[in-house]
Every structure is written in C-alpha cells, then in structure tokens.
C-alpha cells in the first residue's frame, strides 16, 4: 500500500512539473529528460571509442600510358594522400629498346605547380619510382618525356578520405591475417583507411612515409629489402608510428634503439613502434592498436600559415604571432613619417602659398613626396638590408653510437629579396603549413629533394618546418674529479645552460664557447628549467614531450644557439634568433 502511495505521489510530482503554466515545468521536464539522454548515451559510447570498424582499401588501378617508342609507362592512381606531408605517386617505366634513354617524368598540377624526377634507364630496364606531390594538391597531370620521343600525358585523381591514413607494406592478405580487421563497404565508416605498397619496390625517401598517421609493415621480414627497413627505422625515430604484424626475430638489426626487443609498445626516438605480439590473444585483435596509434599520431613540427585573407592583420592562422621581429612592418616610425608629411602638405604648403605664391607649391610638395619615398626606400636598404633573415628552433636527439641526430625543427624566415631554391637529403622532410601561400612552384626529387621557385618570396614572411636525421659527430663530453663535473662543450655551437645526470645526481651545465671546457654545479630545484619560449613551443605539438622526459644516468638536455642540425643551416641568414635544445649521452672523458 506504501509502495502505491509513494509511486502515485511521483506520478503527481511529474505531471505537475510537465504541466503548462508552471515555473520551469515542461521545458524543464524535456532539459533533464535529454541531459539524461545524453549522459546514457556517453555511459555506453565514450568520446575515446572509435565510430567504425574494419578497414577501407583504397585501390590503386594501373593505367597504362599511350605507347611512345622504347618507352612504356604505367601510373597506379585513385592514391590515399596524407594530411600533410607528401604524396608518393608511383610510376613504372619499362625501356623495351636496346639503346639507354633518359627520362623525365613531372607532375603538372593547377596553378603552374611541378613536381619532377629524372631517369636513367639502360636497354630493356624496368624501374618503379615515386613522385612525392604535396600533400595540398588532389589531382595532376603526369607527363613523360625523352629526347626524340613525343611525350606522353595521363591525368590522376587522388583520393582525400577523411580518417586515419596508414600505409601497408605488404599484401591485403597478410594485413588481415596480422590485424584481424574485415573490408567494409564503401557505405560504413572504417577504423583506417589503408594503401598498400609492395615491399620491394617501396619508397626510399622518408618525406613518402612522414605524412602518414602510421606505417604498418605486414609482410614477412625478410620480404622487406635493407635499405627499405633503414628508411622505416629513419621514419620511426623522427616521430613516426611504425607497426610491425609480423616481428622480425631479432628487431634490434632493423631498430638498434629498442630497450626491449619483446616489448608490445616501445618508445623509439621521437616515435614508436609496436609489435603484434601479445594482442593476438585479446579480444578486440590487434586492428586495434593500428587504430589507435594511427589516431593518436601526433604532428611533430606544425609552422604556421597565413591567416585567411578575409582575416588579414599581423597575426598568422589561429592567432599565432610571427616569431621574427623584422617581419613586422614599423609602424609606429612609418606613421610618425606620414603624420609630418601630411604636416608639410597641409598647414606648410598653405603658409608657403601665402608667403611664395602657388607657383612655389607646385614645386615643394612633388619635392617633399619624392623626398619621403626615398626615406621609405632607404629606411629599407640601410635597417632591413638585403639579407634572409631568420629564426630557428629545434629539439635534437643526438645517437652517439651511431653518429647521427634526429632533429625536430622549424624556422621563420622573411627574405628582402627572394630565395629561389634549397636542397635537402633523401633523410629529410620540409614541411609546409596546411594551407600554404604562394608555395614553390617546382620540386625535383632526382637527388633528394630541390625545391625551386619562390622557396622564399620576396618581403613575405614564411615558416617552415624541418624533420632530418642526418651524420653528426656532436657530443658533450664530461669528467668527474674531486672539484666537482668537469665538461667540454664539442656539440658545435655555443652552450647556453642545461642538465647534466651523473652518478645519480643533477648537475647545471655551464655557457661555454664551441670547444671551451667549463665545471658543472649541482642542480638547485629553483633553477629556471630548460625549454623553448612559448610561441615557438606551439609549433612543437607532438615532439616538446620527449624532450622534457625524465634524464637517465648519463644523459643530458642542452641548449644551444647557432644555426642547428636542419640541412637548411648551411643557407647564409642573418640570424635574430636561435634555440636548438639537445639531448643525449654523455661521452666520459679522459682525466
């Protein structure tokens, strides 16, 4: 009877509320009943769970040029393109004559942009190369030419699915095998979209990897050649998602920085990798955790592009702040020059017209607007000069053992006159924002890559991020005595502070000059730590974490000024500002 009393008494509660009239009653009623909705709704699907299933091919069709003499020619198309990065387009090109033959393939895309490469064939030679096409541009045309030959044109569509991108090397086959995932129909919405590549003829340069969210090798390991898995590892330690489906018996031959070989998840460098090992007994499979690194790829270097042109003003997209000063126009001076020009015109040119007549009017003020446009002009040549100037940060780890750095990093550049051309290595990435202006109208990726053709315009301000690792004999060296840590300064430019961990213990190191020898203090909690300025911290989303890790014994974390480890150091600059922060093992040194 209670149980009757108490539910009829709840039923008069909420008809009272829900009924019109009352305070807050029906639109009340419908808030809570939604918001309880809602927070059910969250219960059972949480935001972190992915939306799909399976996986999504996109199928790479061959398509056969017209034939041209000796020469035949193939193009895959229908290509999943990155978020960023570059796009590797592959081309087969079969010489069936008996004479060798150079050839030039190019991509021709909207508004005059070309990207190029450069063959040698021998007599009846067949060669599979890649075309890497910024990752902003979704269709082309790709021309073949040879001396004596007509050339040959076909045009291509990229596919720009939204989602997770993830190059397979290796077969749908063993990819299903290794991950467990099922092809979903073009209607659902998959856990990652896939391209796969055939292990042998894969790219060699890292700027074809680095724009995708993962890289997952599913072929056997000995399927993949040498130099492939040299540009996977380069790939892994710059910041890279590299999935293993089958694990080679020994990983440490391909990744020689692996703490454990066995490990599921190992933190490599600026990256990962991950072994399909233990998650072939769980129930979700190892599809996974493809898809969750694949997700939670983070961008290592992010430069900042111009704002949108409804939004022109002095900040860049986002409302970042340009990080070099001499980008910014004076305006205080410049109107201060224009507040005494109008000065002159005005209330001087009437006082002159009374006192001299209009005749002499017409002759002072053209004189005094020439007079001030050669002010302009020379404020420009004598304070901003002619040179490129520059900003430059990285994040460093230098491998001792093997000689190398792996370098994050990024450079704000503003250039009085334009730059037309950089080179960079095949084990490098320069990295554009994600809406770029006015980008270089021509890249050739015969040797490395060579970007040409407003690399750098003329008085515009543009950033641009750098992902190397490349040859360096860098070291910091350290002795322990009786005074206390004795160091040397070999990493090649001046060291303004960091931290030194030895025998258990902190230490700050000293500023010393490239090869000075200085003596470390112990470490005081108070200390300032070492680090980046905010602004450019930003543009480091996914790289500042490693190196604010915590030091092992014999590590350390230093800062230098100087040009950095970036292949763009070696461009004649006027430096305004300088933070490469470096971290790696100490070399003992002799006593």
């Not at 082309?140 to 291509?156: C, I, K, N, R, Y």
């Not at 700027?207 to 399927?223: F, W």
């Amino acid at each position: 009877m209670a149980r009757r009393v108490s539910l009829a008494a709840l039923l008069g509660v909420l008809l009272w509320t829900g009924l019109p009239g009352v305070p807050g009653g029906t639109e009340a009623f419908a808030t809570r009943m939604a918001a309880a909705k809602a927070a059910a709704a969250t219960a059972v699907e949480p935001a972190s769970e992915p939306s799909g299933s399976g996986y999504r091919e996109v199928v790479e069709t061959p398509e056969t040029f017209p034939d041209e003499g000796d020469l035949r020619a193939t193009l895959r198309a229908a290509t999943l393109m990155p978020n960023r990065g570059y796009t590797p387009i592959q081309v087969t090109v079969n010489n069936v004559g008996g004479q060798p033959r150079p050839v030039r393939l190019s991509i021709h895309s909207p508004h005059g942009r070309v990207t190029e490469r450069s063959l040698q064939l021998g007599p009846r030679e067949r060669v599979v190369t890649w075309l890497l096409m910024p990752a902003d541009l979704q269709t082309g045309q790709l021309v073949m030419e040879s001396p004596e030959l007509p050339s040959a044109s076909h045009g291509f569509y990229l596919d720009g699915y939204r989602g997770e991108r993830v190059m397979v090397l290796g077969d749908v086959k063993a990819f299903e095998k290794a991950t467990g995932l099922a092809r979903v129909e073009q209607s659902e919405e998959p856990l990652v979209a896939t391209r796969f590549v055939e292990p042998r003829t894969a790219p060699r340069e890292l700027a074809a990897y680095s724009g995708y969210e993962a890289v997952m090798v599913a072929a056997p390991p000995d399927q993949v050649p040498d130099d492939v898995w040299a540009v996977l590892e380069t790939f892994a330690v710059s910041g890279g998602k590299l999935v293993l489906g089958q694990p080679p018996n020994n990983p440490r031959l391909h990744f020689p920085l692996l703490k454990d070989a066995q490990a599921e998840l190992s933190l490599y460098g600026f990256g990962s990798v991950r072994q399909f090992r233990g998650c072939r007994t769980e129930s979700q499979g190892c599809g996974m955790s493809l898809w969750e690194d694949a997700a939670r790829s983070p961008v290592m270097v992010a430069p900042a592009g111009p704002p949108p042109r409804w939004e022109r003003n002095d900040l860049l997209r986002d409302g970042q702040v340009p990080l070099l000063a001499s980008a910014r126009a004076p305006v205080g001076r410049f109107l201060l020059l224009i507040f005494l020009f109008t000065l002159a015109v005005g209330p001087g040119g009437l006082m002159l017209a009374r006192r001299k007549g209009p005749l002499a009017v017409l002759i002072a003020v053209p004189t005094l607007a020439a007079l001030t446009c050669l002010g302009l002009v020379a404020w420009s040549v004598l304070v901003d000069g002619f040179a490129v100037h520059a900003a430059r940060y990285s994040l460093t780890l230098l491998d001792r053992e093997r000689s190398r750095a792996v370098t994050v990093g990024l450079n704000a550049w503003y250039a009085n006159l334009a730059e037309e051309s950089v080179r960079m290595p095949a084990s490098s990435v320069l990295l554009a924002p994600q809406d770029p202006e006015d980008p270089p109208r021509s890249v050739d990726w015969t040797q490395g890559m060579v970007l040409r053709n407003s690399f750098l315009p003329s008085r515009t301000y543009r950033e641009w991020g750098e992902i190397a690792v490349l040859p360096s004999r860098a070291r910091l060296t350290a002795r322990k005595g009786e005074g206390g840590v004795q160091v040397q300064n070999a990493l090649g430019a001046p060291l303004q502070g960091g931290t030194l961990k030895l025998d258990g213990q902190l230490w700050v190191l000293p500023e010393l000059a490239e090869g000075a020898e200085g003596q470390a203090v112990p470490h005081v909690t108070d200390d300032e730590p070492v680090g980046l300025v905010d602004e450019a911290r930003k543009r480091f989303p996914g790289s500042v974490a490693t190196m604010e890790a915590e030091l092992d014994e014999g590590a350390f974390l230093a800062r230098l000024g100087g040009r950095g480890f970036t292949p763009t150091a070696a461009l004649d600059v006027a430096l305004e500002d300088a933070v490469h922060l470096v971290r790696g093992q100490v070399e003992e040194g002799r006593r």
